[in-house]
Antibody, heavy 118, light 109 residues
Framework: QLQLQESGPGLVKPSETLSLTCTVS??????????WTWIRQPPGKGLEWIGS???????YYNPSLESRVIIFADTSKNQFSLKLSSVTAADTAVYFC??????????WGQGTLVTVSS | QSALTQPASVSGSPGQSITISCTGT?????????VSWYQQHPGRAPKLIIY???KRPSGVANRFSGSKSGNTASLTISGLQAEDEADYYC?????????FGSGTTVTVL
């Protein structure tokens, strides 16, 4: 059964770079059926798609975040990662990694809270 | 790209039917039959309940159904149950990215 687990620091200082990793088990990320995705949810607010990476390394980013986001994968570890630079308090959120399937649907990890504060 | 518009809250009594709307534009909801719906209980990850406008994943109760007309998608919960009390989000594919709805809190009275 597919499982996605986010990991990374829960606290990041303003202006620094947020870094998270998603470890995938129960399936390979080197699979042309899926896009590996990051989505976030500020406390008490709605969901925001951050970006996705395809098995061939091609990436797609939310235009509103594109200048600050990098998503990359390590197929040897079956992981993909998110880097978000120059963070502010507005980037405080629960960050979910997810798998986007062939029907454009998302299957989610449990999420991890990242707080931006000095 | 703005969030899709959903009502902030919808309520109903057990056994009743409720409908949640998700209104976008001809560039998102209206362009593709690639609208999905997610249920989120407090403190939990969202769970897929509808994909491709009206398809249910295996294991999702058949009281959940989806539809679309023009730039508005809808989720209907028939025979409302206590466990359906949660937040619901629509999501639309927009070419190369995705936009979510603003979210609707369903309360079972």
């Amino acid at each position: 059964q597919l499982q996605l687990q986010e990991s990374g620091p829960g606290l990041v200082k303003p202006s620094e770079t947020l870094s998270l990793t998603c470890t995938v088990s129960g399936g390979s990320i080197n699979n042309d059926n899926y896009y590996w995705t990051w989505i976030r949810q500020p406390p008490g607010k709605g969901l925001e798609w951050i970006g996705s990476i395809y098995y061939n390394g091609r990436t797609y980013y939310n235009p509103s975040l594109e200048s600050r986001v990098i998503i990359f994968a390590d197929t040897s570890k079956n992981q993909f990662s998110l880097k978000l630079s120059s963070v502010t308090a507005a980037d405080t959120a629960v960050y979910f990694c997810a798998r986007r399937g062939s029907s454009y649907e998302f299957y989610w990890g449990q999420g991890t809270l990242v707080t931006v504060s000095s | 790209q703005s969030a899709l518009t959903q009502p902030a809250s919808v309520s109903g009594s057990p056994g009743q039917s409720i409908t949640i709307s998700c209104t976008g534009t001809s560039s998102d909801v209206g362009s593709y039959n690639l609208v999905s719906w997610y249920q989120q209980h407090p403190g939990r990850a969202p769970k897929l309940i509808i994909y491709e406008v009206n398809k249910r994943p295996s294991g999702v109760a058949n009281r959940f159904s989806g539809s679309k007309s023009g730039n508005t998608a809808s989720l209907t919960i028939s025979g409302l149950q206590a466990e359906d009390e949660a937040d619901y989000y629509c999501c639309a594919y927009v070419g190369t990215f995705y936009v979510f709805g603003s979210g609707t809190t369903v309360t079972v009275l």
